[in-house]
């Protein structure tokens, strides 16, 4: 809470801003995409704010992970000052960097929940399914992060190549278009994107309202699986050496 606190310290209106920001970031998709551009998606003609629902669906989902990664890629040069000065377990940075993300993209899914509400869109007994799937996508950035984040100390140009890719990354996952509008080819070389089959199933869940076919996320969890133990490796040979590279 400490470190959530710390965003809006400065702030007049403080915590607030968390607030308006993803309503916001939700009024003006609504408004652009659902009122004026109203594009379609197949097979949903007739639901009112359909590709809005999809939009922040899949916007929501991968700004916590763009978040979480880029914050990990920095976390043990951001604290370089205290893990000099103080002894203490510092797997605990990449813990505090994940619970105080979690507690903003809380923030946005609540409002994103009323939003679904208001328009009488509520995807019922589905959204349990949300559980597993924002479980698997914080330990695959987990695992991501703390590995790009401890050869960042070592390499710095890891960092800054890290928002270039974040960037591409984006434009390569399905969030502000879908797969079915994509050349056959383009979508056969989507699928090995890691991060499709996760933001699809969380579009699914607020769109179709139903349980997204988990099998499409084996893939990712064995990707998950590996990551986490060559970073929690890693980091273990390289933690005595951090604070002299810092």
Not at 7 to 19: I, P
Not at 42 to 52: D, I, L, N, Q, V
Not at 76 to 102: D, H, Y
Request: with cysteine; net charge positive; proline share 6%.
């Amino acid at each position: 809470m400490r470190e959530f606190h710390g965003r809006y310290r400065e702030s007049l209106l403080g915590a607030f801003w968390s607030v308006v920001n993803p309503l916001t970031m939700i009024i003006i998709y609504t408004v652009i995409f659902g009122q004026l551009m109203r594009p379609t998606l197949p097979g949903h003609e007739s639901t009112p704010f359909a590709f809005s629902i999809y939009l922040c669906a899949g916007v929501i989902t991968w700004n916590l992970f763009s978040e979480m990664l880029g914050r990990l890629n920095n976390v043990f040069l951001e604290n370089g000052n205290m893990i000099k000065k103080s002894n203490f377990p510092r797997a605990c940075l990449p813990v505090i960097v994940t619970v105080s993300a979690l507690i903003n993209f809380g923030i946005i899914f609540a409002i994103y929940l009323a939003f679904l509400v208001v328009i009488g869109h509520w995807p019922g007994w589905a959204l349990l399914s949300l559980i597993p799937l924002l479980v698997l996508q914080l330990l695959f950035t987990l695992g991501l992060g703390v590995l790009l984040g401890t050869i960042n100390v070592f390499f710095r140009d890891v960092g800054q190549l890290t928002g270039v890719v974040l960037q591409f990354w984006f434009w390569l996952t399905p969030i502000v278009y879908t797969m079915g509008s994509l050349p056959a080819g383009a979508q056969k070389a989507f699928q090995y994107n890691p991060l499709q089959p996760l933001i699809s199933g969380y579009q699914q869940i607020f769109l179709d309202g139903t349980v997204p076919d988990f099998a499409k996320l084996l893939p990712l969890t064995l990707i998950t699986f590996m990551l986490l133990i060559l970073a929690a490796r890693f980091f273990m040979k390289r933690v005595g050496e951090l604070v002299d590279e810092l």
